[in-house]
């Protein structure tokens, strides 16, 4: 399979007591690593035994130590390297469990950088071979460039498994990705026609709304659609079916990435050929790993195995 990065980004990590806005705080502790959703997702793949081709768009500015750490985790890596320095997210983990996001903007890229991106990307697809991208685009990449991603993939004979957010998804839902993943506020941010600042919180009644926002989906003729709710769990809804599937009590250290992790572990159990069902209690299983580390996405195959079983069958 082909994981497709267009906005990396690094994760910058700050542990403290207490985030306290408008004051100078001192980190317990700092930590880096090479992220963006896709390379979440990838981290998923490879912790349920695939061999993912991962292409990332990456500013030339910090890119040295981004692509090396990624080679020195197994990850078989190609970037296709643009003017600029590569962005940067701070996330900050409070003792309480809050979390708070600030995502950077990226580098811009012009449409000849883009253009040579996809083209490379399409080249290298298979006949039937899927083809997965999360995330959001880099300023100088709008709505209709994912329009074009999503065709052009189709036509070069992939499967597009794309997560991307309620400001870029609704262009690309006419166009027809073969399989969507939102978090719930994304499904129905999408469906109710309102982009907003995403909520943490699930909120109440989770996993039915859930269900409601994969069956709309699919309405709107996408073969495949999970939507997934935190710990509350997931939904689905494709051609030959529907279903749920209750979340996992497990211990969160970094819940960054786990819906990525997520994608991974369901695509990768698609393409060995599981059936849907099993596939949804795959990527559940990743996910749930990937929250017990703190690498965003960073599952581990044996703790996969172990969060598989509980699961039982599909």
Same mark, same amino acid.
């Given at each position: 399979?082909?994981?497709?990065?267009?906005? /990396?980004?690094? =994760?910058?990590?700050?542990?403290?007591?207490?985030?306290?806005?408008?004051?100078?705080?001192?980190?317990?502790?700092?930590?880096?690593?090479?992220?963006?959703?896709? *390379?979440?997702?990838?981290? @998923?793949?490879?912790?349920?035994?695939?061999?993912?081709?991962?292409?990332?768009?990456?500013?030339?500015?910090?890119?040295?130590?981004?692509?090396?750490?990624?080679? =020195?985790? %197994?990850?078989?890596?190609?970037?296709?390297?643009?003017? %600029?320095?590569?962005?940067?997210?701070?996330?900050?983990?409070?003792?309480?469990?809050?979390?708070? *996001?600030?995502?950077?903007?990226?580098? &811009?890229?012009?449409?000849?950088?883009?253009?040579?991106?996809?083209?490379? *990307?399409?080249?290298?697809?298979? /006949?039937?071979?899927?083809?997965?991208?999360? @995330?959001?685009?880099?300023?100088?990449?709008?709505?209709?460039?994912?329009?074009?991603?999503?065709? &052009?993939?189709?036509? #070069?004979?992939?499967?597009?498994?794309? =997560?991307?957010?309620?400001?870029?998804? /609704?262009?690309?839902? /006419?166009? &027809?990705?073969?399989?969507?993943?939102?978090?719930?506020?994304?499904?129905?941010?999408?469906?109710?026609?309102?982009?907003?600042?995403?909520?943490?919180?699930? %909120?109440?009644? #989770?996993?039915?709304?859930?269900?409601?926002?994969? #069956?709309?989906?699919?309405?709107?003729?996408?073969?495949?659609?999970?939507?997934?709710?935190?710990?509350?769990?997931?939904?689905?809804?494709?051609? =030959?079916?529907?279903?749920?599937?209750?979340?996992?009590?497990?211990?969160?250290?970094?819940?960054?990435?786990?819906?990525?992790?997520?994608?991974?572990?369901?695509?990768?159990?698609?393409?060995?050929?599981?059936?849907?069902?099993?596939?949804? &209690?795959?990527?559940?299983?990743?996910?749930?790993?990937?929250?017990?580390?703190?690498?965003?996405?960073?599952?581990?195959?044996?703790?996969?195995?172990?969060?598989?079983?509980?699961?039982?069958?599909?």
């Amino acid at each position: 399979m082909l994981v497709v990065c267009p906005n /990396p980004t690094v =994760d910058r990590q700050v542990l403290l007591g207490e985030l306290l806005p408008g004051t100078v705080e001192r980190a317990r502790e700092n930590q880096a690593f090479p992220a963006g959703k896709s *390379v979440s997702a990838a981290r @998923g793949c490879l912790a349920n035994g695939a061999s993912p081709e991962v292409h990332v768009l990456l500013p030339r500015g910090g890119s040295a130590w981004y692509l090396q750490t990624l080679q =020195d985790e %197994g990850m078989d890596v190609t970037a296709r390297l643009i003017p %600029g320095v590569g962005r940067e997210s701070i996330i900050v983990y409070e003792d309480s469990g809050r979390v708070t *996001v600030l995502n950077g903007a990226g580098a &811009r890229v012009s449409a000849g950088e883009w253009e040579a991106f996809v083209a490379a *990307v399409c080249d290298r697809i298979p /006949p039937g071979g899927w083809v997965i991208c999360s @995330g959001s685009f880099p300023p100088g990449v709008g709505p209709e460039a994912l329009v074009d991603l999503v065709t &052009r993939v189709a036509k #070069a004979g992939g499967k597009l498994a794309l =997560d991307t957010g309620p400001v870029w998804l /609704p262009a690309a839902l /006419p166009a &027809r990705p073969w399989l969507i993943t939102p978090n719930l506020a994304e499904a129905e941010a999408v469906l109710s026609g309102e982009a907003d600042s995403e909520p943490v919180e699930v %909120g109440a009644a #989770a996993l039915e709304r859930a269900v409601k926002a994969a #069956a709309a989906l699919h309405a709107r003729g996408i073969p495949e659609v999970v939507v997934t709710a935190g710990s509350a769990g997931a939904a689905w809804c494709t051609d =030959d079916g529907s279903g749920r599937l209750a979340g996992l009590q497990v211990e969160v250290r970094n819940p960054i990435g786990a819906g990525d992790a997520f994608m991974g572990g369901l695509v990768s159990a698609l393409e060995r050929g599981e059936p849907f069902a099993a596939a949804v &209690r795959w990527g559940m299983a990743t996910a749930c790993s990937a929250i017990e580390q703190w690498v965003p996405g960073g599952a581990v195959a044996e703790r996969v195995g172990l969060h598989r079983a509980r699961l039982g069958h599909a």
